[in-house]
């Protein structure tokens, strides 16, 4: 598995970053997407470790989403509402929850995520196994899926692949899959996953001062932001 990529605990990494998706799911103005989008950015500057270049890649292709959005807003405005105003709203409300929504995939290692669970929140062994196997599964379909294509095109050179042949393709990749879930039962059987009792874990997730920390100041941030906005009546909960 893959080191984790911030020092930080992922539990405070989820709720630090919930502290600053929760304003941005409640407001649709212009102000609170925007100021929370710097707020996530300042956020992943503390965590640190990002990969940067393969981040702004991403949150620019997912934008596109946003920009449509904007679009259809313009085009094709509700009935008595300024499309304008709408598409600039819902622009930035989707742009500002995109990034910090992948921001939390870019620092978070979904193994370490899992592991936390289990270890600090009491996520049940059953779960959290059926988890760590279903995200180490998918590399297996993607070998077992170039397999496949590689017999058809073998078998059936440069003829034009047809619906039965698409159909072969998708049985195929059932089966196998099904045989990975056989694999995952038996082995979630021999390691006592529906056993009680404590379980013991090769690698901690530690919980430290540091993280309390974190978790502290992220929540001011984001709770005191929203007061601003709040008082100084920027915080929109129409869209007009």
Known sequence: MPARLSPRNPLAVLFVTACLIVPVL???GYAVPSAYFI????????????????????LALLSLVSLGLFFLNV???????????????????????????IGFIFVVDPYDLVRALMIRLRLSP???????AGWNTIPLLRRDLGIIENAQAF???????RIRDRVFTAVSL?????????????????????????????KDSPWTRGDTLYCAAGFLASALSAAY???SGLFAFYLG
Do not use: C, Q
Not at 126 to 132: I, Q
């Open 39 to 58: 707020l996530g950015v300042v956020n992943l500057w503390v965590l640190g470790g990002i990969p940067l270049g393969r981040y702004l890649k991403t």
């Open 174 to 202: 059932l089966t196998g899959a099904v045989r990975h879930a056989e694999r995952v039962s038996l082995s979630m059987a021999a390691r006592g996953a529906d056993s009680p009792g404590p379980r013991t874990f090769l």
């Open 126 to 132: 059953r779960v959290g196994y059926a988890l760590f």
């Open 26 to 28: 409640l407001s649709t």
């Open 75 to 101: 085009l094709a405005p509700a009935e008595g509402s300024n499309g304008l105003a709408r598409g600039v709203a819902v622009f930035l409300r989707s742009v500002s929850l995109i990034s910090l929504s």
């Open 229 to 231: 906005f709040l008082k």
């Open 155 to 161: 078998r059936f050179g440069n003829r034009r692949r």
